[in-house]
C-alpha cells in the first residue's frame, strides 16, 4: 500500500431507520466543513441496486438522474456533492453492486483468481475496496467521505458495509471516522423525542461489526439534552459525538448547524491533526452565498411544465439552478410544479406566471400539454426555458404554428408523422441497449456572436452536459430561420442544433443540453440566470 493512501482519512456515512433520512445532506456539509478547513477532499457514492447505473431508472421512484461531465448517468446525490463542493466528480463515483459483480465476473472468466472459488468476501469486498483507494490515488486526496446508500439491515448493502468494516481494520482505527444518520422523531401526542429507533439502528450496525463513531439524528426540531444522553447511553457513543441534524430552511445551512456543534474539531481530533490553519477567508466566502440566499426579497412565479412533477426530487437539480439564480439578483423563486398531463389543451391557467419552464423527459407521455405550454409562451411573450426534452417540443410547437407544419412532431413520439421536426440522432438507429446509450456528458458547444446565447455565455465556445437521444432535424432548418426562429449554438461542426432563441420575444430559450448540471450555489447557470432576470422584469 502506498504513503498517500495510507495517509488519506476516510469518513464513512451509513443510514437507519428509513431511507430518506438525508445521507447525502450530511455527507455534502461534512465535505464542504473540511474542504473549508483546507482539505481536498471528494465524495463516493455506494448505491447497492443492481442496475449498473441510474440511467435506466424511473425518476418519480429514484429521483432525477445526475449526468456527469465524463457522461455517468448516477445518483442524484453526486449533484449534491457537485453543488457543495463546487467541483466536478467522474462517474466512479458512484458504485453500484452491479459495477462490481460484473468487474469480478469478468476478472474470474479471465482466470485471475488463479482457480479459487470466488466468494463475497474476499474477492467482492476486495474489489469495492479497490475502487475506493484507486479514487484516493488518482485524485491525492486527503480526505474521501463515502456514503453507502440504503439502509443498515438490508441484505443489499451487507457486502459494502462489510468492505467498510475491513478498511477500518486496515487502514486503523486513527484513519478511519463511521457517521450513522438515524432519527428522533416525535409523536404529536406526546411531544417527546424518542430514542428506540436509533438505538435499534445502532444495534443493528453494531452487529455486523461496526461502531459508529458519531451520530447524525435526524429531528424536526434540535436534539434535547436528555434525548442526547439516552442516545450516548444506548449506542455507546460519547454526548459531544452526538449531533441534531434538525430541520432547517435550506440545506445549505446544514454545514454550519454541525459546525456550530463542533463536529470539525471532533473529527479533527479523531484523526490526530491539530492545530489547524486560519480558514476565515474559506468562511467568508461561503457565508456571503448562504447569505445571497437568506437575503431574497420579491417573488418570482415560476411554472414547471413536467412529466415526473409527483416527486419534486426527479427536477432536483432545476428546482437548484433556479433557487441559485434567484438569490444572485436577490429574488425568491416560488415554483409551482405542474404535471404536463394534467394540462389537458388549457395552458391559460399559465398567464398567472412569471415565467415558464420545461425541463428534459422522455416518451410521449404529456407530450401534447407541453406543446401547447411551448406555443403559449411565445404567443403571450411569457419567458421560457426549455431545456432537452423542453428545447425539442418548442420546435415542435413552432413547425406546427408558425411554420404551418399541423403535423409536426418528433418521432419519439409519432415514428411515423410526416414532418420529423426531432429525429434520432443518426448514430442512435443500431443502438439496442438503453442503459447507457444515450449522446451523454460534456460536449463542446459553438455559440454564434450577435445572438442572445452570445449575450449570456460571452463566448463562442462553451461546454454542456447532454443526455438525449434525439435532436433537431436540420432539413427544417432553413424554413424555420425564415419564419424568426434562430438556431444560435451547435456541435460536431454544426451537425447538431443546441440552442434556439426567438430574437423577437422577451425571453424564449431552448437548449438541448442540461444546463442545470453545471449551476452551482453563489455561481448560478447563465441561462437560468438570464431566465430569472427576464421573469422577474415581466
Not at 16 to 37: D, E, F, N, R, T
Not at 119 to 140: G, L, S, W, Y
Not at 403 to 429: F, M, R, W, Y
Request: charged residues 25%; aromatic residues 8%.
Amino acid at each position: 500500500m502506498d504513503m498517500q493512501t495510507e495517509s488519506t482519512k476516510y469518513i464513512f456515512v451509513t443510514g437507519g431507520v428509513m431511507s430518506g433520512l438525508g445521507k447525502g445532506v450530511v455527507s455534502s456539509s461534512v465535505a464542504k466543513l473540511l474542504q473549508l478547513s483546507n482539505q481536498k477532499v471528494s465524495c463516493v457514492k455506494f448505491d447497492p441496486y443492481l442496475n449498473y447505473d441510474a440511467g435506466t431508472m424511473n425518476p418519480i421512484a429514484h429521483g432525477e438522474v445526475y449526468v456527469t461531465e465524463d457522461g455517468g448517468e448516477c445518483d442524484m446525490d453526486i449533484g449534491n456533492y457537485e453543488r457543495f463542493l463546487n467541483q466536478n466528480m467522474l462517474k466512479t463515483h458512484n458504485i453500484t453492486t452491479a459495477q462490481i459483480y460484473s468487474s469480478v465476473i469478468e476478472a474470474e472468466r479471465r482466470g485471475e483468481y488463479l482457480g479459487a472459488c470466488v466468494q463475497i468476501i474476499p474477492h467482492v469486498t476486495d474489489a469495492i475496496k479497490e475502487r475506493i483507494r484507486k479514487i484516493v490515488k488518482n485524485e491525492n486526496l486527503d480526505m474521501l467521505v463515502i456514503e453507502c446508500g440504503g439502509t443498515v439491515g438490508d441484505i443489499e448493502s451487507l457486502p459494502f458495509l462489510e468492505a467498510l468494516r475491513q478498511m477500518r481494520l486496515e487502514e486503523g482505527p486513527e484513519n478511519v471516522i463511521f457517521i450513522h444518520v438515524t432519527l428522533a422523531p416525535s409523536l404529536d401526542v406526546v411531544g417527546e423525542q424518542k430514542t428506540k429507533p436509533t438505538q435499534h439502528s445502532v444495534q443493528e450496525l453494531r452487529r455486523i461489526g461496526i461502531q459508529p463513531d458519531l451520530l447524525a439524528v435526524r429531528c424536526t426540531r434540535p436534539l434535547e439534552i436528555a434525548t442526547r444522553k439516552k442516545i450516548s447511553l444506548f449506542s455507546n457513543v460519547s454526548e459531544r459525538d452526538v449531533f441534531s441534524c434538525h430541520d432547517a430552511t435550506s440545506i445549505l445551512l446544514v454545514p454550519q448547524m454541525l459546525y456550530d456543534q463542533g463536529i470539525v474539531d471532533v473529527i479533527f481530533k479523531k484523526f490526530g491533526k491539530v492545530g489547524m490553519v486560519n480558514t476565515s477567508a474559506n468562511w467568508d466566502k461561503w457565508n456571503a452565498i448562504i447569505n445571497s440566499f437568506q437575503n431574497v426579497q420579491e417573488s418570482v412565479r415560476i411554472a414547471m411544465i413536467g412529466k415526473y412533477v409527483k416527486l419534486a426530487d426527479s427536477y432536483v437539480s432545476v428546482n437548484h439552478a433556479l433557487k441559485h439564480a434567484g438569490a444572485k439578483i436577490g429574488k425568491n423563486v416560488m415554483i409551482d410544479w405542474i404535471d404536463s398531463e394534467e394540462l389537458n389543451g388549457d395552458v391559460s391557467k399559465l398567464a398567472s406566471y412569471d415565467g415558464i419552464i420545461v425541463p428534459g423527459g422522455f416518451g410521449d407521455r404529456g407530450a401534447e400539454g407541453i406543446i401547447s405550454t411551448a406555443n403559449y409562451a411565445r404567443e403571450k411573450n411569457i419567458p421560457y426555458l426549455g431545456i432537452c426534452f423542453g428545447f425539442q417540443l418548442a420546435a415542435v410547437a413552432f413547425g406546427r404554428h408558425v411554420c404551418g407544419l399541423t403535423n409536426a412532431n418528433s418521432t419519439e413520439i409519432a415514428p411515423n408523422t410526416e414532418n420529423p421536426v426531432i429525429d434520432l440522432l443518426p448514430e442512435q438507429k443500431t443502438v439496442e441497449n438503453l442503459g447507457g446509450s444515450l449522446r451523454l456528458g460534456a460536449h463542446e458547444i459553438t455559440v454564434e456572436e450577435n445572438t442572445m446565447a452570445f449575450k449570456l455565455y460571452k463566448s463562442t465556445k462553451i461546454h454542456k452536459r447532454h443526455r438525449h437521444r434525439f435532436e433537431f432535424n436540420q432539413k427544417y432548418l432553413d424554413m424555420f430561420a425564415s419564419k424568426g426562429m434562430k438556431f444560435s449554438g451547435y456541435s460536431d461542426n454544426k451537425k447538431r442544433m443546441e440552442v434556439l432563441e426567438i430574437p423577437n420575444h422577451k425571453f424564449y430559450l431552448g437548449v438541448q443540453y442540461h444546463p442545470e448540471f453545471s449551476s452551482r450555489p453563489g455561481y448560478p447557470e447563465e441561462s437560468f440566470e438570464a431566465f430569472i432576470r427576464a421573469s422577474a422584469n415581466a
